[in-house]
């Protein structure tokens, strides 16, 4: 059983680009988890999804950034308009259907996004 | 604000010996705690969960303690190996944001053959 896959796992980008991160949850998992961590610092929730439906999205910031969890293919973070400060390693988790929210998340290996 | 700390200094023990890590928090009210393990390059895997109504709960080598009056939790690995190894996170989460985990900057610990 393949865990929460992640792609790319390393992304460069200049300045104005725009990236995007791709997650597929562990099979069967419809509930997903963006989190970002900027180095020496913890990560951060970003966005909480389910399929077709934003739950969450507090943690995210307001301009340039968005996120999607079509019903099917992979939940994608986008950033528009890249700036040097994205720069840091982006994570995705995901829990089962039915899940009390407060259980365990599985991680995946992170997108670590460089803006040139 | 919400903040968390772990120690920031890394943590070196030597084999055999009991590993402790700790995890204070301020301004929050956190009603779930959790530690997490993250190696170089890789995404945090979970290790244990405890709620604020208890005060300890242990699996395999591992044992977590609650003090919500201490607004602390301690993360003991009894007899460490050097596979133990790892940055080691804890996170937070309140009865009403259940899903929203605030993250530790997380303590390295080195376990020395």
């Known amino acids: 059983n393949a865990g929460v896959m992640q792609n790319p796992r390393h992304l460069v980008r200049r300045r104005g680009q725009e990236a995007r991160l791709r997650c597929s949850p562990m099979k069967g998992h419809s509930h997903v988890y963006w989190y970002r961590q900027l180095p020496e610092e913890g990560l951060k929730f970003m966005v909480y999804?389910?399929?077709?439906?934003?739950?969450?999205e507090s943690g995210m910031p307001k301009e340039r950034f968005s996120a999607e969890f079509p019903k099917e293919g992979p939940s994608i973070l986008r950033i528009q308009q890249v700036v040097r400060g994205d720069s840091a390693a982006y994570f995705c988790?995901?829990?089962?259907?039915?899940?009390?929210?407060?259980?365990?998340?599985?991680f995946g290996p992170g997108t670590r996004l460089t803006v040139l | 604000s919400q903040k968390i700390e772990q120690n920031s200094e890394a943590l070196n023990i030597q084999e055999g010996k009991t590993a402790t890590l700790t995890c204070n928090y301020t301004?929050?009210?956190?009603?779930?705690l959790q530690w997490y393990r993250q190696d170089p390059g890789r995404g945090p895997v979970f290790l244990l969960l405890i709620r604020e109504n208890e005060k300890e709960k242990r699996k395999e080598r591992l044992k977590v303690t609650f003090d919500t009056t201490l607004k602390q939790s301690l993360f003991h690995i009894t007899a460490s190996q050097p596979a133990d190894s790892a940055t080691y996170l804890c996170a937070l989460s309140s009865a009403s944001g259940t899903y929203k985990y605030i993250f530790g900057t997380g303590t390295r610990l080195k376990v020395l053959a």
């Open positions: 999804l389910q399929k077709e439906n934003i739950i969450d």
């Open positions: 301004n929050y009210s956190p009603a779930y």
């Open positions: 988790a995901s829990s089962p259907p039915g899940t009390l929210a407060y259980n365990e998340q599985f």
